[in-house]
């Protein structure tokens, strides 16, 4: 089965006149083409990258690409704590000695703001990260594998489960022993009260940045008004086996 990116999107809605609504929703369809067509390669730490490459990013497109029989240990899971309000990032790359490097990031209150849309510069959006970078060691290694092991990481993925933007949940995206391994956990479920990796990451994260607790958002507040009327991201995600999949537009 082919797998990769593809969301669903909404954005605030106008006619086609001469006027603010017009001019934001032609910002989030461009922003929103941006989206789609770029595909991770690195340097998720500047805000362009963030912007244009975000979907890629999150589904773990380039780590499932570059795993093979010869590749060490790379993880990524990220945190959707609805995410115009907080992402949170870590990244474990190992380091050929046993031990690894954990990349933390996190972002708070920032949101994507579409009313800053402009042709002449349609990244100057916002939304950067607070970064904390250290080294664990193969103890520390061993101790995350189990706690992903018991989190069910390296099971199948709950395919046809849809995220939603305003959502509650992790994914993650993991290369060991040269296989790729792709998963989700949305809030609340069963699957989402196995993790127990969050406690290794609370205990490394220096970013200074509290944790945002899971809420509950239901059918009606996936859909709400608020939400669905702002000048801010929303979009959903569908899992499948190694990957998100989808149809996009607004």
Known sequence: ??????????????????SPFKRLALGAGVFLAFLTGCAYEGNIDTPPTIKLTWFSYLEGQDIREQCGPDSLVRYRLVYN?????????????????????????????????????????PLAMGGEWKRSQLRITAEDL??????LTASGAFE??????????N???WVSSLCKDG????????????????????EFFRQYDETGVAFAPPKEVGPEGRFSA???????????????????????GL
């Not at 990116?5 to 954005?11: E, H, K, N, T």
């Not at 296989?179 to 969050?198: E, G």
């Open 1 to 18: 089965m082919a797998t990769g990116l593809a969301f669903f999107a909404w954005g605030t809605m106008g006619s086609f006149s001469l």
């Open 81 to 121: 704590a609805d995410y115009n309000k907080q992402l949170r990032s870590y990244e474990v790359t190992a380091d050929g000695a046993g031990g690894a490097y954990l990349v933390s990031r996190a972002q708070t209150g920032r949101g994507i703001d579409l009313t800053k849309f402009s042709l002449s510069d």
């Open 142 to 147: 061993a101790s995350l594998n189990n706690d």
């Open 156 to 165: 199948p993925a709950p395919v046809g489960l849809r995220l939603y933007s």
């Open 167 to 169: 959502e509650y949940y």
């Open 179 to 198: 296989q790729f391994y792709f998963n989700a956990w949305l809030y609340p479920s069963d699957r989402y009260n196995k993790i127990v990796f969050l």
């Open 226 to 248: 608020s939400h669905a009327n702002s000048t801010q991201m929303v979009f959903q995600v569908r899992v499948e086996q190694n990957g998100l999949e989808g149809v996009a």
